[in-house]
């Protein structure tokens, strides 16, 4: 049984998921495992319950909305993110990535007349989540030892991102193709390859970048064969795919996001590496041996939308998943990056159900990449934060504000909102007064016919900790700090979840 003396002051029963978790646990690991739990703060505790898993699906319309949906608001905004951190026989997994994809559909209808908000929440019916892909995930060996762990790779969860375009609807896993999701229902349509153009794994990353004057979208995945390189990918805006070029890495490593400008698609590769030959031999798991190799060094890598002669600068290790938003300056090149300085990352969110993070936290920073190659680095804030994102007609343009989550109190989990001024280097940060509850990511809705660029509105979703019961959140992204102007408050929890997108409505 659990040692329920690791949390005098909070019941673990109201946490079932992670009580059977650490049930799980041996030896070692659970000892471990509980005290990280013992060291946390009672609020700190109650918001791991973001992370119980939500197995049942729903479909109704929302009854509880606080405050004034606004007027103009109306759409979708679509969630991803793992449901549940178990596979099909019912086993507790290790990793943050290796839970099954869970959409949720927020579609919101503002205004006097008929205002209200629809939830639905439905499972991507991928082949791990009907059981037809084994036991062998990212961060969770197959009962059995090397010899059922052999040459095995992650199954594809489609849990980390969810697009549209050009009416087609995605739920994205960075190594492997996209599945199609129907934007009503939810249901699975299927894995799309794209007549082929998606070779190899398929991999296509979950953070496509967007054009905003040609509305084509550009994406890219990672290759191992025959030798590790970025496939990168533009889809114009009638949804036709095509390879548009292949560069190489400096190593296997793990590329989870890139950025665009309107001259180049820029990415920053950092020395997240896993040990190979263990993962081929079945001596443990590819998210147990990913190790962060500052030897190794990083490399920006300028790819030039005209077809131009690929540009690569090597840097000193930068560690990082998310790319904000970048741009031209003259010859320059601007990105700003989510950095970390301790590798105990990669370890924390491989033991995610019972790590807190604040042993790593991040810094917002710019790097301004000069016509002769120099790499200028400036931090814009080093309030650790994660999960940017900004207006989307300024995709790849100069930009004044960005938009991400924030920790003000909690340790695991995001419990704020905040809206940088990259122009006077303030920020705006709305916090949940109720301890435990944290946010999503925040997602930048424009007013229609807008012109200021915080013309619009920030969606989150708050899990409300005390209740284990979620809200949608409508935040002013002129100011955030005002406080939610509506919230539409579901009857149950959504998982914290990683990637949204907004969906306007169309008129
Ligand atoms: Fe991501």
Redesign the pocket.
Known sequence: MTDMSVAPSVDLASLPSLRRYLDHLSGDERRSALGRLAALSPEDLLSFGASEPQLVEHDYRVDDITGTLPDGLAGTLYRNGPGRWQDHTGRPLHHLFDGDGMLSAFTIDGGADGAGVRYRNRYVRTRHFQGRTGVTHMGTAAPGGWRANIGRVPPNLAN??VVEHAGHLYALWEAGPPHEIDPDTLETIGVRRFGGELRWLGSFS??PCFCPSSGAMFNFGVELVPRPHLRIYHTDHTGRLRHFRSTPLPYPAMV??FALTERYLVFLVSPILPDAMAVLLGRAPIGDTLRYRPDKGSTFILVPRDGGRIRRIDHAAILQ??LSNAFDDGGDVVVDVITYSDPCLLERIARFQTSPLDDAPSVFTRFRITASGRVLTEPLSDNSCE?PRHHPAYEGRPHRYAYYNTRTRLCAFYDSVTKLDLVDRTERTYSSPEPGNSFCEPVFAPRLGATAEDDGWLLTVEYRAAQQTSRLVVLDAADPSRGPLATAQLTSHLPQG??GSFVARRR
């Open positions: 980390t991102g979950a953070h989870h996001d998943f998310h999960f990683f990637h």
